[in-house]
């Protein structure tokens, strides 16, 4: 099993920060329906995936939460775990 570490790095890191963006992220093997959350939900960067299986695609959902109250339009992205 592998433990995927995801820097989520799309928001203002300025000095000063205006505020922390929480996240909703999202996780299934490519091509399979049904999507797993990470725990805990919403989360802050970096998010930790864990109990992932060796050489298997890995589709990987994103929707930002701001401060203000605004969520984003989820963003799909794929990876793959390595032995």
């Given at each position: 099993?592998?433990?995927?570490?995801?820097?989520?790095?799309?928001?203002?890191?300025?000095?000063?920060?205006?505020c922390?963006?929480?996240?909703?992220?999202?996780?299934?093997?490519?091509?399979?329906?049904?999507?797993?959350?990470?725990?805990?939900?919403?989360?802050e960067?970096?998010?930790?995936?864990?109990?992932?299986?060796?050489?298997?695609?890995y589709?990987?959902?994103?929707?930002?939460?701001?401060?203000?109250?605004?969520?984003?339009?989820?963003?799909?992205?794929?990876?793959?775990?390595?032995?």
């Amino acid at each position: 099993m592998r433990t995927a570490s995801i820097p989520i790095t799309d928001h203002d890191t300025g000095s000063p920060m205006i505020c922390t963006n929480y996240y909703t992220v999202e996780y299934k093997p490519t091509g399979t329906s049904g999507w797993f959350t990470v725990s805990p939900n919403p989360i802050e960067s970096p998010v930790l995936i864990e109990g992932l299986m060796d050489d298997i695609s890995y589709d990987l959902r994103v929707t930002r939460m701001c401060c203000n109250g605004a969520i984003s339009t989820p963003t799909i992205t794929t990876f793959t775990t390595t032995p």
